[in-house]
């Protein structure tokens, strides 16, 4: 039985429509006969009507859990003793009712079968073998509890993976689809990714993104499921409306940027994983102005030095003695400059001040530039995880709600629990 504990949120389906044949108006008549039908009032439903491509479509988001008792949608549908899964059902319901409408339908379905939304998005982007590789890695990535178990799941996405820590090169991939294609296949190290797709990096992403699907906002809806607000239609009242006026921000804030609330998720998820990817940018980069910084020091120091050393040397004699006596501090500091400085270029080809002055100042601008775009992604994950923490946030509010007036009602009439 359902607990209503799925990690799935929401379920998204479409329902498309023949060019010219059907207005908006009508397509949302035909959309909401479709999900009352599917969902039997088990589950809260959104629709949108889209007129932007070349036909009409229909995007239908609804909970994932049932109001009623809090079974999930993929429980009631997708397991047991079921002999045709809720894709197959959607597409014989989306056909009535379309028939019932006078509406062309899709007349041979044997060769249909359902996709996920990773296939269904990897085929729509059209991308090349390296590009599938890696955005393939990425889901992997989003999927994982820990690297070892991001090394199970990789073949759940067709990504064949050899990690070997022992190895200087420790990690390679390869579609499994390349080398069904091509049995002589050789496997893509990491490096030739991405420094993205190193090991540390994967460990440190996956981290990142369960950092990111704990994420909780500061602002947060009010609760109308205590004893107060069940008791109080007025304080109801007002909290409901507090909170639909929070919702409608959060609706306001996708529909700016053109989303839908499935690809909000993933666009939330793309802006952390920006933001995440800027960090490491900072990271490094500050990591290389201390190192050239510390160089830069140790090079002035040579070249203040070198002068008192380049006469040393030049010196015979009582001469060379009474000079070192006096000078034997900065003949020091010159000797231990050059020792450092082996150690930094052991080739002996040293920079020239000007040319680590320059590096570091293009390194700052570089740093200052990535700061402010840090700021920026990280303002856009904010508001975007914000809005999708309100929208769920209200919907499990409402379903809670609906289940205590329920077992309220039970209780009244002396129904057993």
Not at 11 to 18: C, D, E, M, N, P
Not at 194 to 222: Q, V
Not at 225 to 238: D, G, I, M, V
């Amino acid at each position: 039985m359902g607990t209503g504990r799925s990690s799935v949120l929401c379920q998204h389906l479409i329902q498309s429509f023949a060019p010219g044949e059907i207005t908006p108006e009508k397509a949302l008549e035909v959309g909401k006969e479709l999900a009352d039908r599917l969902l039997q009032g088990n589950f809260q439903y959104y629709l949108a009507v889209h007129t932007d491509t070349s036909h009409i479509h229909i995007h239908c988001i609804f909970n994932n859990v049932s109001l009623n008792d809090g079974r999930t949608f993929e429980t009631l549908h997708n397991q047991g003793n079921v002999k045709e899964r809720s894709w197959k059902k959607l597409i014989d319901l989306s056909d009535e009712i379309c028939r019932k409408h006078g509406l062309s339908v899709i007349e041979e379905h044997a060769q249909v079968k359902g996709k996920s939304h990773y296939e269904w998005t990897v085929d729509k982007l059209n991308l090349s073998w390296k590009s599938r590789l890696k955005y393939a890695i990425d889901q992997v990535i989003k999927v994982s509890d820990d690297f070892e178990d991001f090394l199970k799941k990789c073949a759940d996405f067709g990504v064949l993976v050899d990690y070997n820590p022992n190895h200087k090169i420790d990690l390679k991939f390869m579609l499994r689809e390349q080398k069904e294609n091509n049995p002589r296949a050789k496997m893509t190290r990491a490096r030739t990714l991405g420094w993205f797709y190193e090991t540390p990096r994967i460990k440190s992403r996956i981290e990142n993104h369960k950092r990111f699907m704990s994420y909780a906002p500061k602002a947060k809806l009010i609760r109308t499921t205590s004893e107060k607000f069940l008791q109080a239609p007025a304080l109801t009242r007002w909290a409901d409306r507090a909170n639909m006026k929070e919702v409608s921000k959060a609706m306001n804030e996708i529909a700016k940027r053109g989303l839908d609330y499935e690809h909000t998720v993933s666009a939330a998820q793309e802006s952390f994983d920006k933001q995440m990817k800027l960090q490491d940018d900072l990271d490094r980069i500050g990591m290389q102005i201390k190192d050239l910084s510390a160089q830069l020091k140790l090079m002035e120091l040579y070249v203040q030095y070198k002068p008192y050393n380049e006469h040393f040397k030049m010196l015979t004699g009582r001469e060379k003695k009474k000079f070192h006596s006096e000078y034997r501090y900065e003949l020091d500091e010159y000797q231990k400059a050059v020792k450092k400085l082996k150690d930094w270029y052991p080739s002996g080809s040293v920079p020239s001040l000007e040319l680590l002055r320059k590096t570091i100042a293009d390194l700052e601008t570089e740093q200052k530039q990535k700061k402010a775009l840090y700021s920026q992604t990280a303002d856009e994950t904010e508001v975007l995880s914000k809005s999708l923490q309100q929208i769920e946030q209200y919907l499990g509010n409402e379903q809670e709600r609906a289940e205590e007036e329920q077992r309220r009602k039970r209780k009244k009439n002396g129904d057993l629990e």
